[in-house]
């Protein structure tokens, strides 16, 4: 009896120091935490919020834990690997207004907002369901940074596309990359293409500032900022960019050839005209294009000219 005693007091105070234990969490600088109640006895409601940087707090026996970033984070797009996010080389493709499909590549900054009723219906929202990572994992939003970035391609993704879709589709394509002037004629029109990209900037963040509260359910993402780091043409496009670019450089020095040799030729007319004029000058010039130490000069006479020896 008293054995048996013993084994159910074991078996009652086991669950609860490990609930207890665990019942107790912190936060790092850079993390945010939502609580949620577990237990047999709990539903499973959001608890409370724990801000950055928290020391020891109590949270309940069995609460389980959902960290988020609570620092600024950036999200990027492009086909370099050694600046990719956790979801791979990536440009957004595009069609200009004229029809050519440009490369987008840029830089999203943003941050969670840490408001806690905010988070709380963040977590209700996204936090309570899972999404689909590049490996077919299904992650949750809390899961590190894979299920971060797992959220962030699902939910987030789609509307910076569709900014960037809005925004791009209404412009040619030489106004952002002037080199695809070549496309339309031989020569290489100078455009401000940097103007033209602050321009698209500006616009994509007033979508995003717009769309993605609407797009999310709330006020989940602040101080949204979208940088345009690179616009590419495809590559047979931009090849052929090059080759008309090396045919206009082979054009430009061909023609400087021809005005050279017309300058030196308009040049040797006008020379010889003014000695036409002026025999005398002439035989000046024969005189100062003579080595030095000449000693005997006679003139229409080539074999005398006499250098003195050393």
Known sequence: MRIALIVVAALIAVPLLVGGLGGLESTGGGEVAVIRDGGPLDDNKVRQVID??????????????????????F????ADPKRATTLGVDVVTVPS?????LGIEGTLYFTLNLDHETLKTFDDK?????????DDRSLYAWDGDEGWSAFFGQAVRPVIDNALRGQIGAMRCAELVPSCSLLESSTLK??????????????????LARDLPATLGGD???GLRFTLAKVTLPGEVQQAVDR???????????????????????????RQDGYDKCP?????EKLKSLPQGITVYAPGNPQSVVVPSR
Not at 61 to 73: E, I, K, N
Not at 126 to 134: I, K
Not at 246 to 265: C, H, L, T
Request: with cysteine; hydrophobic share 40%.
């Open 52 to 73: 950055p940087g928290s020391g020891l707090t109590w949270t309940g026996m069995w609460s389980s834990t959902h960290l988020y970033p609570g620092q600024q984070r």
């Open 75 to 78: 999200y990027t797009i492009t």
């Open 97 to 101: 207004s004229d029809g050519v499909n």
């Open 126 to 134: 996204y936090g309570t369901r899972t999404f689909r990572a590049q």
């Open 190 to 207: 100078p455009q401000d293409s940097n103007a033209n990209i602050v321009k698209v900037q500006n616009a994509v963040n007033a979508s």
């Open 220 to 222: 989940f993402l602040t």
């Open 244 to 270: 008309s670019l090396a045919a206009s450089a082979a054009v430009s020095e061909a023609q400087a050839k021809v005005a050279q040799a017309r300058a030196e030729a308009d040049a040797n007319r006008a």
């Open 280 to 284: 005398a000058c002439a035989e000046i």
